[in-house]
């Protein structure tokens, strides 16, 4: 459940880094960190594993990400405007976004209505916690 994620994020900050972008840490965590983690660095994985970890439990089970719930109720998401903008970035500077490029092709066709927004129902579901399959 945590590739996905991290994947989008660590795309999003070698993308950011590149052209010089003022980035700030997340959730604590040092964006090399994170960056490294993404792209399978044991060692950054370990210690991004143990930050998530020590956060479980924090928050509401019933939250749910605000694109999560724009796709449940057949709105138009900010996709473009979030995972969209890193692909045309990475466009600009030589970087592929793969995991972004996939992300923002899924929702627009949720948002289309060729796919089915389907939210997880527990880890095994077979979904991603994005709530849409992975074909």
């Known amino acids: 459940m945590r590739s996905t994620p991290l994947r989008l994020g660590s795309e999003a900050i070698r993308i950011g880094q590149a052209p010089g ?5 997340i ?4 964006l090399e960190t994170i ?3 993404g792209e399978g660095d044991a ?3 370990k210690i991004y594993d143990e930050r998530r970890l020590s956060r479980v439990g924090r928050g509401s089970p019933d939250q749910r990400p605000s694109m999560g719930q ?4 057949g709105r138009r998401t900010e996709i473009e405007f979030l995972n969209g903008f890193v692909v045309r970035e ?3 500077v030589g970087i592929e976004a793969r995991a972004n490029e996939r992300l923002v092709d899924i929702v ?9 927004h389907d939210p997880p129902t527990s880890p095994t579901s077979g979904s991603t916690e ?3 399959p992975l074909p």
């Open 21 to 25: 972008y003022k980035l700030e840490e």
């Open 27 to 30: 959730d604590h965590l040092p």
């Open 35 to 37: 960056a490294r983690a």
């Open 43 to 45: 060692a950054a994985l």
């Open 70 to 73: 724009d796709m449940a109720k």
């Open 90 to 92: 990475g466009e600009q």
């Open 108 to 116: 627009k066709r949720v948002e289309r209505g060729e796919l089915k």
């Open 130 to 132: 994005f709530g849409f």
